[in-house]
């Protein structure tokens, strides 16, 4: 069943997106449509590349080369939600502050390490259980 490798990382995504959105209304206490797409807990990127690397680990074993592609790009995909993206949300903070004049920059772009160790978890548990209903 080659759509599992489809349905594995779109149900990461509604997962993880599902679990942000929660978690942000408790916070703000009240529905948060406003925070979609700002980065939070947990990382969507993570939780998608992480249950394609997972799933194609249950199918196609770890020592296959798409098992390597697929870890690989995950690995990029994290650092890049740790790293360049929240230096990106750090100079949006820095340019807000020096112009009133623009329209403000969304600040919140990047990912601090426990949000993508929640997207690690919660894409690893999705391709988990999606492959245990599928065998």
């Known amino acids: 069943m080659k759509w599992i490798y489809i349905i594995t990382p ?4 509604v997962i993880a997106g599902g679990v942000k959105f ?3 209304s408790i916070k703000s206490r009240q529905l948060a449509f406003h925070q979609i797409g700002y980065g939070g807990m947990p990382s969507s990127h993570s939780a998608i590349v992480c249950s394609v690397a997972a799933m194609t680990a249950f199918r ?5 080369s798409v098992f ?7 690995f990029v995909v994290m650092m890049d939600a740790m790293d360049l993206r929240r230096k990106i949300g750090q100079h949006a903070e820095r340019l807000n502050l020096l112009s009133s004049d623009f329209p ?4 919140r772009v990047g990912h601090k390490p426990v949000e993508v160790l929640a997207g690690v978890l919660t ?3 999705t391709a988990t259980l999606i492959h245990t209903i599928a065998q």
Do not use: C, D, M, P
Request: charged share 20%.
């Open 10 to 13: 779109f149900s990461a995504w």
């Open 104 to 107: 403000k920059l969304r600040e």
């Open 123 to 125: 894409g690893i548990f």
């Open 68 to 74: 390597v592609v697929a870890l690989t790009l995950a």
């Open 60 to 64: 196609e074993g770890v020592e296959s």
């Open 22 to 24: 929660l978690i942000n």
